[in-house]
């Protein structure tokens, strides 16, 4: 696939999922559509295109980001984790087995995007991070206990057409469960 | 999409030169917003000068008591910085009121003072905008305008400033530092946009080809108890209809100082400078905190559809200041 040197192409090494994808990419290619087009990664959906819905959500040096938004070219060496990528071979992930458990979902296309912004929020809770739903930021007041209401508000990027969110709420409540209780054995 | 160079600059003064050698150039930081302009065309750009792995990613406490804000700092890391949710919180809670999680993990503080209105007309590239094409008309001023602005608009346009971040950032003096090929500058955030008048397309009084670095906070004892109250359309994931930042030092009944800004009402974050003047010295009570209100909302100019914004901000005012009263009186 040899094309012409131009400015308006690079060649690039995106790192998805512990694996190397070396690509030339038009500088106008989206994240997403590189994993889906250019990599057959169709686990990313494309929702809105703009940034609205999160459905694209993928993990970006550990932070949930949205694909559709983020220039491939300007993704170029930084470590992506897409939905493809949170099983460990068929053990699923604890977010990806609270979602199936508890039916976190109901036709499944924002799933991935709704799982892997759980991931995150998982983790920004765990690092202490307030929210728009915590009343008192500063942090002498402790960090925020992840009450339904938290989820929701930290949730709140992604959307569902089906309207699972409580289920949605109860998986991500669940899965935040089990790795603070694993953090704590982890300690002991 | 237009087709465009991409560039990775390593340092600020590659940064800049890169810019300089394009005059279609932009700098391209966590393109919530840019890379959503170029989609539509609203954006047209020959090239991206990507900045945001540059060295200036740190919240660093001054030797005054204030605060510096590295421009790629992501409102992720702004929000969640112990300094800033002990010395600001009121800022801390603006930036979470802002977006989603996953756009506050790629935005930066750079870039969220450059963001662009929301405007249905400003991103409909098919309708006249005298902010995308100067000239072209506004139509919003007879088409749907109940989230544009009530203070400091022109016949020109009435869009508003979408940022959150932005309105505490005013309530706290914070100074924009840029660097330039000539040099450095700085710009105090009340200076930094430009009044709408006839030129509405020019929107900040940075010179041609400069890049922000960061943001610099003076020491403000009176913004450890600070708030910010947003209201939206839904109760997350929205931009504003109205909000306010407020600080508030309350010594015997009576207000020693404070700091007012809003947002959603102007072309810029709004500092509320009357407000402020009328609640020096006043009692600490709802009828001092709405005739501070009215002192400020006096100069609001409504539109047919948006008059309701000037009775939610005198609300809101009402409401934030009681709360910080009532919390100051714990």
């Known amino acids: 696939m040899a094309s012409a040197p131009s ?19 038009d500088h106008r290619t989206t994240l997403l559509d590189a994993l889906r087009e250019r990599l057959d990664l169709t686990g990313t959906k494309k929702g809105c295109d703009q940034g609205q819905c999160g459905a694209c959500t993928v993990l970006i040096d550990g932070r949930r980001s949205v694909s559709c938004l983020q220039l491939a070219v300007a993704a170029d060496g930084r470590e992506i984790t897409t939905v493809e990528g949170l099983a460990d071979g068929d053990r699923l992930h604890p977010v990806q087995q609270a979602f199936l458990d508890l039916d976190g979902y109901q ?8 799982i892997c912004s759980a991931v995150g929020v998982i983790e920004e809770h765990a690092a202490g991070w307030p929210s728009a739903a915590t009343d008192d930021v500063r942090p002498e007041a402790g960090p925020p206990e992840l009450t339904p209401e938290e989820i929701r508000e930290r949730m709140s990027g992604n959307l569902c057409r089906c309207a699972a969110y409580v289920s949605i709420v109860d998986a991500v409540a669940r899965a935040a469960d089990e790795r603070a209780h694993d953090a704590e054995e982890a300690v002991a | 999409m ?21 005059p279609e150039a932009r700098f391209l930081g966590g393109g919530t917003n840019l890379v959503d302009l170029m989609k539509t065309g609203v954006e047209r750009p020959a090239l991206l000068v990507d900045v945001r792995e540059l060295p200036l990613d740190r919240v660093e406490p001054t030797p005054d008591g204030g605060l510096r804000i ?5 409102n992720s890391d702004l929000a969640a910085h112990p300094e800033v949710r002990r010395r600001y919180p009121a800022l801390s809670q603006a930036v979470l009121a802002g977006a989603s999680g996953q756009l506050r993990n790629m935005a930066t503080v750079g870039g969220n003072l450059l963001q662009r209105t929301r405007c249905g007309y400003f991103t409909d590239t098919a309708r006249p905008c005298n902010k995308r094409v100067p000239g072209s008309g506004c139509s919003a001023l007879t088409g749907a305008h ?32 840029y660097e330039t090929p000539e040099g450095p500058g700085e710009l105090p955030l009340a200076d930094f946009y430009l009044p709408v008048g006839d030129t509405p397309h020019r929107e900040t009084a940075l010179p041609p080809g400069a890049l922000i ?16 109250r ?20 309350v010594r015997d009944g009576v207000v020693r100082d404070v700091r007012l800004a809003f947002g959603a009402v102007a072309s810029r974050p709004w500092r509320a400078t009357a407000a402020e003047r009328a609640l020096i010295g006043a009692p600490a009570d709802e009828a001092a905190f709405a005739a501070a209100a009215d002192a400020e909302l006096a100069a609001a100019r409504p539109l047919p559809d948006n008059g309701y914004k000037v009775t939610l901000m005198r609300n809101l005012v009402v409401a934030v200041l009681a709360q910080l009263t009532e919390e100051a009186a714990r």
């Open chain 2, 146 to 177: 109940h989230n544009h602005a009530v203070l400091g608009a022109s016949d020109h346009c009435v869009a508003t400033h979408p940022s959150d971040m932005g309105v505490a950032l005013t309530a706290f003096d914070a100074v924009v530092t």
């Open chain 2, 230 to 249: 947003k209201v939206r359309e839904r109760a997350s994931y929205a931009f504003a209809i109205g909000s306010v930042a407020a600080a508030l030092d």
């Open chain 2, 70 to 74: 590295g421009a790629t700092v992501t």
């Open chain 2, 213 to 228: 670095t960061g943001v610099t906070l003076p020491p403000a004892p009176v913004a450890a108890r600070s708030r910010y």
């Open chain 2, 2 to 22: 237009k087709e465009f160079g991409y560039r990775r600059a390593a340092d600020v003064s590659g940064a800049l030169a890169l810019l300089a050698a394009e």
């Open chain 1, 107 to 114: 036709c499944g296309y924002c799933t991935p995007g709704q």
């Open chain 1, 7 to 25: 400015p308006n192409r690079s060649d690039i090494t995106l790192h998805i999922n512990g694996e190397k994808h070396p690509l030339t990419v």
